[in-house]
């Protein structure tokens, strides 16, 4: 993705942007509008990262990829005070392994079938070709109660920024919400995880051979009760998972698999971080966002 490009997507999305409201209603207390996204940094290929910078505030739900090029394109809840763009997904892109980013914008869902509720929870997949796959929490009745109407959807993408809406669901819990996914893709084998509820039930596992319809394999168990809310990176012959501080004082963590299947014992980061998700850069670094 280019800058030419992404700066056309972003004037394309003010564009189309609807107009700042004159007043928001006070917020309660407790919600993800007062968390903030943090950056780290890891040199060793992510065992061990650096002291937590930030990123972005009043922002959830990180996710990042580095594109064909290096480019570092990240999308995350976004809660601006008095915005439109409040608890939209937002995208920020790097070209300097990290260091500095566009300021954020909002992304566009073209498509997205009438009546269906703002996409949440993105995770992004980047295609062979170069397009970005963005995987999200939607349901179709429009609600914003977490019931079990609540899926996974995805849409495509040249630019990071504007996406067409891929038609059906990708992911259904079995009678619960299916929320927070990640997904990452092996060859030609996609992974998708996904929290199945309470950090000690586990994640729920499905694999694809195009991305778009997953069949669900044995659910993943939570080993000491970790959180399986987090990203999936493609790392060594396998996949690491990156998860959220549960109830070990240790916090953050990683697991490796090579199938999805079985998995290695929890290995913790030291450091409190929620949904953390990372990417590699050109240089070898290993770059983490997360919930503070």
Partial sequence: MSRRTFLGGLVATLVAAPRLRAQQPPLPSGGPW????????????????????????ASGVPCLIADLRGRLVAVFQWFPIGSPHFDRVAV????DGGRSWTAPVPIVVDGLPDGYQRPFDPTLVLLPD?????????????????DASVATYSALSEDGIRYTFEPGLRFAGDGRP???PAVVR???TWHYTAPIGRPDEGAYHAVSGDGLTFVRLPDIPSVGGVNWTGNLIAHRRGMRFYGT????PRGAWWSESEDGLSWSDPQHLGFMAG??????????ERVMLHVS
């Fill in 34 to 57: 007062e968390r903030d996204v943090m950056i780290r940094r890891s040199f060793d290929g992510g065992d061990t990262f650096t002291a937590a910078e930030l990123f972005e505030d």
């Fill in 92 to 95: 920020k892109v790097s070209e």
């Fill in 245 to 248: 501080t549960g109830a070990d």
């Fill in 275 to 284: 949904d953390p998700g990372v990417a590699d850069t050109l240089d070898g």
């Fill in 178 to 180: 299916a929320i927070d």
């Fill in 186 to 188: 092996l060859g030609d």
């Fill in 130 to 146: 170069g397009r970005i796959r963005i995987y999200f929490s939607c349901s179709p009745a429009g609600s914003r109660i977490l």
